[in-house]
């Protein structure tokens, strides 16, 4: 073989994997992305509802507010996946980050119950476009078998960190407020969300490498795909599973959200013992991120998932039983618990969708399972607001609590139970 000959050879294979590798980013820097839109969005969903009761909000106003958020966080995912399919995955994560970082600096700043739910409806329907951006992403640079694995490390890592910030959030609120429940103390953890959207937004920006030519024959074959989202569904039956399943299981979830925040705020003390629970949920969550992932690589999605989802059963009733005893033991135990649970979920659950999905619709399954998801949540936490509202005319408000947390326990349950149906996920 002649020198030319070889140098043909060698110019078509790096020609090869030029045109066919689609993204190029080091492992540092998804660390560090992962580090920082974790630590912002852990503080949003923290302190979104406290907020809400800060500034007057009743029981059915706070299942508004949840839902708002819920709904609005993924009515849109399929849009976001579609343009994050044939646009790129870059263009809508900054997109996404930038305005998590801006709207969460302006809501620092409002001290009116209505300027919250203009900047949450913001937030929620634009700022998380980044998600399915960020899960096509892992996507991109993983096979199916070690996929789990790999997409729990780096979840797990933003996971395990971002305990720092809230920790020091927490007592940084303490500090100012003199441990009381009061609204100035929301401008440290809604300006410390900003700063690390702001940092995730330039790690993405710089670090971040698409390939053009790549990009192209993946739009061309993408042209060529005139599947509707009903064919995208009806003709994958493991994928049709999983979605029904999960969106019933999340209507469940939902239930429990308006209700959670009252009774952290009649069980803790302080700041500091509330971000205490999160911090306590977070170090479950990022452990069983690492462990349920790789876990779900050896012996399968579906076994893990249902033992993962049983342990949300047992949130509602140890809140249950911080509620009745008074003691902030039980608040936290309901923590750990569901921090495990929704560490399973971040790995396996994705894991789950990406393996029934083929390389070019990814960001579209992951979408289309968050936004069935978000529409069955806006009306379960809608009706969860207006049910303890309800039973609250009826009993003092903490038996209405109580009363909600069992119903709620006894929900989760049969939602787990129909796990058992789940088909095992296929590429398509």
């Known amino acids: ?116 739910f203009i900047m949450a409806v913001i937030i929620t329907t634009i700022g998380f476009m980044f998600l399915p951006a960020w899960i096509g992403l892992l996507g991109d640079l993983t096979s199916v078998k070690e996929r789990g694995e790999f997409v729990g490390k780096i979840q797990s890592f933003g996971s395990y960190l971002s305990i720092f910030v809230v920790l020091f959030v927490g007592i940084a609120m303490d500090q100012i407020s003199d441990g009381k429940f009061i609204r100035e103390a929301f401008i440290i953890p809604f300006t410390t969300a900003a700063a690390v959207f702001f940092v995730s937004f330039v790690l993405s920006l710089l670090f971040i490498k698409e390939n053009p030519l790549a990009r192209i024959k993946k739009n061309e074959r993408l042209a060529q795909d005139t599947r509707s989202v009903l064919d995208l569904i009806t003709t994958n039956p ?4 999983l979605l029904t399943i999960n969106t019933l299981f999340s209507a469940t979830m939902a239930f429990l959200w308006p209700i959670l925040p009252f009774v952290t705020l009649n069980v803790a003390h302080n700041w500091t013992e509330v971000v205490l629970v999160w911090v306590v949920f977070q170090l479950p969550r990022a ?42 033991l039980w608040l936290l135990m309901s923590s750990v618990a569901g921090g495990i649970g929704v560490g399973g979920d971040d790995a396996v659950l994705t894991s789950y969708t990406l393996d029934c999905s083929s390389s070019d619709t990814m960001a579209r399954h992951y979408s289309i399972l968050l936004t069935l998801g978000g529409i069955i949540m806006f009306v379960a936490s809608l009706f969860s607001g207006f049910l303890f509202d309800v039973i609250n005319t009826l009993f003092e408000f903490r038996m209405a609590l109580e009363a909600m947390l069992l119903l709620i326990s006894g929900a989760r349950l049969v939602g787990v139970l129909t796990h058992l149906l789940l088909k095992k996920p296929t590429s398509t």
């Not at 493991?238 to 599973?241: A, I, K, M, Q």
């Not at 999605?301 to 008074?326: D, Q």
């Open 1 to 116: 073989m002649t020198v030319t000959e070889v140098m043909t050879t060698e110019e078509k294979h790096l020609d090869t994997e030029s045109t066919e590798k689609i993204v190029c980013v080091k492992n540092s820097t998804l660390y560090g992305i992962s580090f920082f839109q974790t630590s912002g969005m852990l503080l949003i969903f923290t302190f979104f509802q406290y907020f809400g009761i800060i500034l007057g909000a009743t029981g059915f106003i706070q299942g508004i507010l949840v839902s708002v958020r819920n709904l609005g966080s993924n009515i849109f995912q399929y849009v976001w996946g579609k343009i994050a399919d044939k646009r790129g995955r870059k263009i809508v994560l900054c997109t996404g980050l930038a305005v998590m970082s801006l709207g969460s600096l302006i809501t620092a700043f409002v001290f009116q119950l209505w300027q919250f």
């Open 238 to 241: 493991p994928y049709r599973r």
């Open 287 to 328: 452990f069983s991120q690492q462990m349920a992932g790789k876990l779900s690589d050896k012996i399968g999605r579906k076994t893990v998932l249902i033992i993962t989802r049983s342990l949300f059963v047992a949130v509602p009733l140890t809140a249950f039983l911080s509620l009745v005893t008074g003691d902030y």
